[in-house]
């Protein structure tokens, strides 16, 4: 057998609109290229867990204002708790990067360890995190900046949708220029922060720090008492400051080499700049009495307090809200790599896994948009509508992965040196340290399981059922996907196959409506097909049939011709029954070939002034078995329309 290999090689771009927005297409040698710095990862990847720090300190106070203005205090030793559990769960992801160096996260650990419906659920919930991350991010960005430009809040959903589809344009552009492109708004927002906070300090030990005025505290109904359920629910809330510690280990294929190795260093170099930074603006808040407002971010009062109603309280603003709106950037990082990754495991459709022409998961970019720009439009871009279905799905995959990593750490214990496990992830070996990152993960997966049952609890009436019956409403969608495509291979599947039955007899019927050259273009195709041609004529007003009748005996070239009359005008229901008839009188060895004729018209709106019949058969004709449709296009010139205008002969498609 010969084979024939050609190389399509690009040819010289031209301007396009599609080239301008996203540039221009990249062969597949250059995907070794399209990697990133540790850098410019801290910008892609961290900017979730980073820019979660200006609402996480407001999500603590705001659960503590129910107990009055005495219990603020507490949030100082919760986000020291919660910097604990960031710590714990920072070495977990760390020992999950190098233990799988391919990416993927919990979803992986989960698959490899746990199994297929653990998988899938850490699936569900990543992929829905993702799409929260965009729609929280964008909308706590809009937050940030009508504290600054009040005037701006009726217009909050339309530019946060622009803001959507403009960083989705930018990530279709390539991994690498989505992150050159945001790296320097990320380090900006790190900057200006970490300014202002040194100031702040500074301040607090001179005792020049002030007290925040001008809050209009948000209104919380009757007082509690302080219970530790209370508690509880504020260190949940407040744990949204951990969003986005995944991200990294999700996308460690987009690191250079060594890529493990860089994306463990960025990750410890975010969990540090994370922890110091959500500690600072809680213990500062504090420290200036902020209180939680629908008016005013805890940022805004900190910056405010420090800097004065000025140039440097709007940089501050502005860097936030920059650093709000590029979290969702990490998103367009890992939503379009998860989602390949289930797709190509039969979980997703397949269309998830190509690679478009800036060598990125094109789909996945453009459905994290167009969902998060849904959640943007229903919730009209509140952020504190958003949060309770936001954290459910981040610390279930939390749960998830730390299971998974004890799991592995369980299977280490009983192997010996040398010996191994192969899976579909990584290797497993025995690790001297076992014990260790056993206690490590085990303590994590409590503590996550408790944040995630506390905040399914305290946020349920609030908007967290939606979460709570989605994920398990996802996992069952793609066990559904992956039964199609398991029962697709075993149809196709070559296995035990034999030889095809040859086709001794192609019997070809040529749909005609009436006789015209598109017609006559599909006769001399039916004819090179076969000898055992038959056109179908369907008769639905008799003087229009006796017409036709003469011009076939002109025109048809000696082929049969059956016409079938339908007294009440009906059109495909005849032809369907009398193909089915001839499709149970078929034998083994024969081929039943329908062949429709298409007009193809000039211009695009000219097909609205066609009946399309041909797509009407092709559509019922392709439902039933053993019988191939051909469609054959004839298209239109313009000086063909003028004959047909000339003869005054309006064919019927």
């Known amino acids: 057998m010969s084979v024939t290999t050609i190389r399509h090689t690009h040819s010289a771009p031209r301007r396009s609109l599609r080239s301008l927005l996203i540039g221009s297409p990249l062969p597949t040698y250059e995907a ?16 979730d867990a980073l820019s979660s720090t200006a609402y996480a300190t407001e999500a603590i106070l705001e659960v503590l204002a129910f107990a009055g203005m005495a219990a603020l205090w507490l949030s100082i030793p919760i986000s020291g708790a919660i910097v604990l559990l960031l710590a714990i769960v920072t070495i977990s992801y760390e020992q999950t990067i190098h233990a799988y160096p391919g990416g993927g996260g919990a979803y992986i650990v989960a698959r490899d ?21 965009v729609s929280v991010s964008v909308s706590a960005g809009m937050a ?3 504290s600054g430009f009040p005037v701006l809040y009726p217009y909050r959903v339309e530019i946060a949708v622009c803001i959507v589809f403009f960083m989705m344009l930018v990530n279709l552009r390539g991994v690498k220029e989505s992150g050159i492109t945001f790296a320097i708004p990320t380090y900006i927002f790190l900057g ?3 300014i202002t906070l040194a100031i702040g300090f500074y301040r607090y030990l001179t005792g020049s720090l002030g007290v925040v005025t001008g809050v209009t505290p948000a209104e919380t109904g009757a007082l509690q008492g302080l219970t530790f359920f209370l508690i509880l629910r504020a260190f949940a809330s407040g744990c949204t400051a951990l969003t986005g510690v995944e991200a990294i280990s999700n996308g460690i294929t987009a690191f250079k080499e060594p890529k493990s190795r860089n994306a463990g260093i960025t990750l410890i170099w975010m969990s540090a700049i994370l922890s110091v930074i959500f500690f600072s603006i809680t213990f500062l808040a504090n420290r200036i009495g902020a209180q939680f407002s629908w008016t005013e971010t805890i940022i805004s009062q900190m910056g405010r307090t420090v800097w004065g109603p000025g140039p440097l309280w709007y940089a501050l603003l502005g860097s936030t809200t920059l650093i709000l709106i590029l979290a969702a950037n990490t998103s367009f990082a890992d939503f379009p790599r998860l989602s390949a990754l289930q797709a190509g495991d039969g979980f997703l459709p397949r269309q998830l ?5 800036r060598l990125v998961f094109t789909f996945g970019i453009v459905a994290l948009a167009v969902f998060s720009s849904l959640l943007i439009i229903i919730f009209r871009a509140e952020t504190t509508a958003l949060i309770p279905l936001y954290a459910i799905g981040v610390f279930l995959s939390f749960t998830l992965s730390q299971i998974g990593m004890a799991v592995r750490w369980v299977k280490s214990s009983k192997l010996k040196e040398g010996e191994e496990i192969v899976q579909q992830g990584g290797v497993v070996r025995y690790d001297p340290k076992w014990r260790l990152k056993l206690v490590i993960n ?6 996550t399981a408790i944040v995630t049952v506390v905040f399914a609890i305290a946020k349920f009436t609030q908007g967290a059922w939606v979460v709570v019956l989605l994920i398990p409403f996802l996992v069952l969608i793609f066990f559904r996907i992956h039964y199609y495509y398991r029962d697709l291979a075993r149809h196709l599947s070559l296995a035990d196959f034999g030889a095809p039955t040859r086709v001794k007899r192609n019997r070809v019927l040529l749909l005609v409506s009436s006789v015209h050259r598109g017609v006559l273009h599909s006769l001399r195709y039916a004819s090179s097909l076969s000898e055992d041609i038959t056109a179908l ?13 003469r011009k076939w005996d002109q025109w048809g070239n000696g082929v049969r011709l059956v016409v079938i009359d339908s007294p009440y005008r009906q059109l495909i229901e005849p032809l369907i029954g009398y193909i089915v008839r001839m499709a149970a009188e078929r034998q083994p060895q024969e081929m039943l070939t329908i062949v429709v004729p298409h007009f193809v018209p000039t211009h695009w709106w000219q097909n609205f002034l066609h009946m399309n019949t041909a797509l009407i058969l092709r559509t ?9 449709v051909m469609e054959i296009p004839y298209h239109i010139s313009d000086e063909e329309d003028q004959t047909v205008h000339r003869e005054h002969d309006y064919p019927r498609d």
């Open 32 to 47: 070794s290229h399209q990697t990133i710095s540790k850098k410019v990862g801290l910008a892609v990847f961290a900017s």
């Open 113 to 133: 360890n746990l199994g297929e419906t653990q998988a899938q659920t850490a699936g569900a919930a990543l992929l829905t995190d993702y799409i929260l991350t």
């Open 144 to 146: 940030q900046l009508t």
């Open 192 to 194: 200006i922060t970490m």
């Open 353 to 357: 896994t190509y690679r478009g022409s």
């Open 442 to 447: 085990t303590i994590g997966a409590i503590v």
């Open 537 to 549: 004529y369907v008769a639905t007003d008799p003087s229009e049939a006796e017409n036709f009748k």
């Open 620 to 628: 019922a004709l392709l439902r039933q078995k053993n019988i191939v």
